[in-house]
């Protein structure tokens, strides 16, 4: 019996990045600044203005605390999860799709070619860096210090440095068995 929940590459679970009630999270909490803003920004109001100078303040409070860069304007899917944020980099124009998992000093940076796509459901070992425009299919997973260069398929997992795709232990049987 497989216990496994499988998580959602499209559809975000906000659970997972509202702060607990008497919880040190600072990653939480700049999750939530960072969605107070763009949703005062959304809305005409006269007052959003207001209010969206106190989510700035309070951006810049959660990124100082968390060590991250993260600018208020990135594109970010529901249910982005940092367990522990210090040193999280990410491009301004980076994409990231819902419930992805970034661990500490994880980069998206870009170059003059465009910046990193995460589609969905993708988990970033710590210290890995995404770098250029790549894209990283849903369901991924990008190992500890990986550095990405390339395109990395649905399902797959990338590690090294520059990072290769490895099999899982079924498919590297099978294509010994083809070649």
Partial sequence: MNNSVQVSATIPDWSREMPERGEWQPGRELMR??????????HGWFSSLFISRLW??????????????IPINTEIGGGLAMPHPN???IHADAKIGPNCLLFQQVTLGGNEHGAPTLIGHVDVGAGAKI???????????IGANSVVLTDIPEGATAVGIPAKIILPKGDQKREKSEG
Avoid: E
């Fill in 56 to 69: 700035v303040l309070a951006h810049r409070f959660w990124s100082a605390v968390a060590g991250t860069d």
């Fill in 87 to 89: 040193g999280i980099v």
């Fill in 131 to 141: 770098l250029g425009k790549v894209t990283i299919g849903a369901h991924a997973k």
């Fill in 33 to 42: 600044s960072l969605r107070g803003y763009q949703r005062a920004r959304t």
